[in-house]
């Protein structure tokens, strides 16, 4: 039973590319597919290379790292990576301003009423209750500069912090080709020159490399980056462009040497028509300025980030030009496109990584026979469209919950419409603070919190059915929680000394 071979097994997945996406899509496949009745091939050209960037990552990342089997501290190591608990935006309602959207719940809920419908009663009838911040594990451990594990299956405060990582890109596609290389995908180094497809069905049977090898399989995965190399200019699958309201297309990267211990947090400055990353790694920091073309030059930029970086640059600085949307079908025919290659959402919230791995758990979930089924890749087309919309919603509300007005482009943004999803979201929060998560959105009330407060977004009134508590008892228990985080967020070692203790250190 079930050991029979089936004639309409796939035998031969084919990833074309070897970034990111292409060797987190080996590395997971190989993994995953382990009985040796696939074989995987990776295509990739040195030549050509790979965008290079991508250094902050959101929490599921570790149950990706699961299932690849990884060892957390080995991982760490090989990427000479840190932790993360959150992102600090500074400047971003307002010049001065600034909040974390961190990794973690807000306080807790009393009677079942969510924690912030608490605070902003607190805040209107005291008005002394410190910032919604203060009631944050993960906000107050990463403003503190502090982190450790919370020990498995403990009810503790720290087990109310979540984490993710920053990683230097090189070193983390090199773990994965490790990885994936020791499961037996095989590497084929070489220029793409030619895609061949059936006559009849149209799928691609085959790529074809400078060197006239043909690399023949039944299932494709696009890892080719922006320029789809499969996906759109083999199967023209054609792109939905989202720059009227992510109108960001250019970035330039110039990672800088160490000059401090590592801050367990992603920075994102604001400035006048863009912002700029600050990722802290082991052994360096990385920067980049994120702008629109329409509204600054690139000497411009480059000037704004040398200005703003600590340290030495290491090398020289590199702009990557890109246009921000989502390929109208992430799968089509027999190509499933992953990463760059699938779309792009601007990298303020950190989430390309994420939308690889998502659609390489989608893709096991749906994993087709030869004869793909219309119903299962529409099922994989729409979950990711989803997602990638929902992603999209999050990130625009950054850009107009603002209340700059120092320059076209901060005035541009503020006024620009949203998408009719958004725009709901955002006016239901005005009324009385409520957050309704819908569908499998990957940012939950916290998130939708953080950024709404963090850029002076304030709902009309609270939310009436916390009226119905005590006052003087959900004030005395909000003290005990501020206290209870901060002392907790205190007696944790800075992360530096965490990594070391850990064996996490390069
Ligand atoms: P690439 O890295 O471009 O790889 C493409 C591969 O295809 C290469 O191996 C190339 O050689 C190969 N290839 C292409 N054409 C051919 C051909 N004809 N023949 C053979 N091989 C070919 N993501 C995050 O999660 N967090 C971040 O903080 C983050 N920051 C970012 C900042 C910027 C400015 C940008 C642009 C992106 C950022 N990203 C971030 C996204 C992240 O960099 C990508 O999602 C990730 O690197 C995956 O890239 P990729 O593998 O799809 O493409």
């Known amino acids: 039973m079930g050991e029979a071979r089936n004639g309409n097994d796939i035998t031969t997945v084919v990833i074309v590319g070897g970034g990111t996406a292409g060797w987190m899509a080996a590395a997971a496949l190989s993994r995953y597919f382990a009985d040796g009745r696939r074989r995987f091939v990776l295509v990739e050209s040195d030549a050509i290379g790979t965008v290079g960037v ?152 085959s790529v074809q490399l400078e060197s006239g090898e043909r690399v023949a399989g039944d299932l494709f995965i696009d890892c080719s980056g922006f320029g789809g190399l499969l996906i759109e200019q083999t199967l023209e699958t ?88 989502c390929r109208r079908k992430t799968w089509n025919h027999n190509v499933v496109a992953l990463g760059l290659a699938s779309g792009f959402i601007e990298p303020l919230e950190s989430t390309s990584i994420h939308l690889i791995q998502n659609g390489i758990q989608r893709l096991f979930a749906l994993f087709p026979d030869k004869q793909i089924s219309p119903l299962e890749r529409d099922e994989y087309n729409r979950g990711m469209r ?40 955002m006016d239901l929060w005005r009324l009385h603070g409520r957050v309704f998560r819908e569908n499998a959105e990957l940012f939950g009330l916290p998130s939708w919190v953080a950024v709404m407060l963090g850029q002076n977004i304030w709902p009309a009134r609270h939310d009436p059915i916390a009226d119905t508590l005590d006052p003087d008892r959900v004030a005395a228990a909000m003290a005990q929680m501020r206290a209870d985080y901060r002392r907790t967020a205190l007696s944790l070692p800075d992360q530096e000394s965490f990594l070391r203790q850990a064996g996490a250190w390069a």
């Not at 089997?69 to 400047?91: H, P, Q, S, Y």
């Not at 912002?275 to 994120?290: A, K, S």
């Not at 480059?302 to 020289?316: K, Y």
Request: glycine letters at 10%.
């Open 54 to 205: 991508g250094e902050a990552t959101i929490p599921p990342i570790r149950s990706f790292n699961g299932l690849l089997g990884v060892d957390e501290n080995a991982f760490l190591r090989a990427t000479m990576g840190t932790i993360k608990l959150g992102i600090e935006f500074v400047n971003w309602g307002r010049k001065g301003d600034r909040y974390i959207h961190p990794f973690g719940s807000y306080g807790q809920d009393l009677h079942g009423i969510p924690f912030h419908q608490l605070w902003l009663r607190e805040v209107a009838r005291t008005g002394d209750c410190g910032t919604i911040s203060e009631y944050c594990m993960a906000a107050v451990a990463a403003a503190e500069g502090r982190f450790a594990r919370p020990a498995a299956g403990a009810r503790s405060l720290v087990s109310q912090m979540n984490y993710a990582f920053h990683f230097d890109a090189g070193l983390y596609a090199a773990f994965l080709r490790r990885m994936a290389e020791s499961q037996g995908t095989v590497r084929r180094e070489g220029k793409i020159v030619a895609v061949h497809r059936n006559g009849e069905s149209g799928d691609v049977e």
């Open 386 to 425: 989803e997602l990638y919309e929902d992603v999209r919603d999050f990130v625009i509300l950054h850009y107009k919950a603002t209340q700059r007005e120092d320059t076209p482009f901060w005035r541009h943004v503020q006024a620009m419409e949203v998408p009719a999803s958004l725009q709901r979201k």
């Open 238 to 325: 054609g792109y939905d462009d989202w720059s009227q309201w992510l109108p960001m297309n250019r970035a330039i990267a110039m990672p800088t040497a160490k000059v401090r211990s590592p801050i367990p947090y992603t920075r994102a400055t604001a400035h006048s028509a863009g912002w700029q990353w600050t990722i802290p790694l082991q052994h360096r920091t990385g920067n980049g300025h994120v702008f629109c073309n329409a509204f600054m030059e690139s000497d411009e930029a480059l000037r704004i980030l040398q200005a703003h970086v600590e340290g030495e640059a290491m090398g020289d600085p590199r702009e990557i030009r890109f246009l921000t949307g």
